[in-house]
């Protein structure tokens, strides 16, 4: 059972922080905390957190207040 245990955290993703959409290019927004939270529920990660934060980014720029 330890060495399933352990097998497992070695899969685990890597927690995706404010300071990882910065280093991607992203402007910070009010829209951070929850592109954030969402992508490390989904466990995004190359490609496909990419494409996630590409629309949330497009969609918070054009959004009226």
Do not use: C
């Not at 929850?34 to 957190?49: H, P, S, T, V």
């Not at 990419?50 to 969609?59: G, I, M, Q, T």
């Amino acid at each position: 059972n330890v060495n399933k245990t352990k097998h497992k955290k070695d899969y685990k993703m890597k927690k995706i922080t404010g300071k990882t959409l910065v280093a991607l290019g992203y402007k910070p927004g009010k829209w951070f905390g929850a592109a954030i939270e969402e992508a490390n529920r989904l466990n995004l990660e190359g490609d496909a957190l990419k494409v996630y934060l590409d629309d949330l980014d497009f969609a918070a720029q054009i959004k009226v207040s």
